[in-house]
């Protein structure tokens, strides 16, 4: 009989001969490709990267990792929120590459004449708020909230988390003491005006189940908040802020909301 699939559990301990396959892997220089469950083989310079305190992450590491905590979200419903969405880095690169195509003003708010209500979106576009991926991603007028990887500027990785109750944007920083707020603003701005059209074009408010808290139905971009450094574990390095934007995004998406490792546990992490 065929064996049942593994279900995950986050505190179980690492199988040794699963671990020391593993560590031989990485000590091969043969060129040999492993498959990471992203239909994308990978090299054994992916998993060092992985594991350097000093090399970013690329947006394949933050998706590896971010389709883990979707299955562990499905294994573990009491432990992880069942009205989050953890997106990949994806949506976030698209949206923002389309706002500099439709916009191209380097502002934190779109071009004179445009509309929320008005913007034409396609089908495929409306894939992700549709809930139709294939791997853990609802409906968002089931869901109360969405944890967004962002990718700021193509060197920075920083978690934005948007409220669908109120209708806010939540920026997690791992880098917060050293941009403005006006320099993140900017970078969000593609979020502020595109999600809440989004939304509007599927006819959120309603598909909202009878008695779900939401924003006003008055169309409007979101409002976004920059989260305070004294909450946001901070990095030292260059190359930790992918590890910390996957550690906040487990956090909430656990329903933590007290951050409580630093800098100092990167390596373990």
């Not at 001969?17 to 043969?30: E, I, M, P, V």
């Not at 706002?99 to 209500?117: A, H, Y």
């Not at 309603?206 to 990095?235: E, I, L």
């Not at 329903?255 to 390596?267: G, V």
Request: proline content about 6%; hydrophobic content about 35%; glycine content about 4%.
């Amino acid at each position: 009989m065929p064996q049942p699939p593994h279900v995950l559990a986050p505190h179980e301990l690492i199988d040794p001969d699963h671990l020391a396959a593993y560590q031989a892997y990485k000590r091969n220089s043969t060129g040999e490709l492993r498959d990471v469950d992203l239909q994308l083989p990978v090299d054994v310079l992916w998993f060092h990267r992985f594991q350097s305190n000093f090399m970013e992450l690329e947006d394949t590491h933050i998706d590896a990792y971010l389709k883990i905590l979707r299955k562990r979200q499905r294994a573990f419903p009491t432990v992880y929120g069942p009205r989050i969405n953890i997106l990949d880095s994806q949506f976030y690169s698209w949206l923002s590459n389309y706002w500099d195509r439709k916009m191209g003003n380097g502002s934190d708010r779109p071009r004179t004449g445009w509309s929320l209500q008005k913007q034409n979106w396609s089908n495929e576009d409306l894939t992700v708020v549709r809930g139709q991926l294939q791997l853990g991603n609802l409906p968002w007028h089931n869901v109360d909230s969405v944890l967004i990887p962002c990718n700021l500027g193509r060197t920075h990785w920083a978690l934005a988390s948007i409220d669908l109750t109120a209708g806010n944007i939540y920026l997690f920083d791992p880098y917060r003491q050293e941009v403005p707020f006006s320099h993140r603003k900017i970078q969000l701005a593609c979020l502020r005006y595109f999600v809440p059209s989004m939304l509007h074009a599927v006819n959120f408010h309603n598909h909202r189940r009878k008695g779900d808290r939401t924003y006003s139905k008055t169309t409007r971009a979101f409002t976004f908040y920059y989260v305070s450094a004294d909450r946001v574990p901070q990095q030292a390095t260059g190359g930790n802020c992918g590890p910390h934007t996957l550690k906040l995004t487990e956090y909430l998406a656990a329903n933590r909301d007290t951050f409580d490792w630093s800098e100092n546990d990167m390596t373990t992490i």
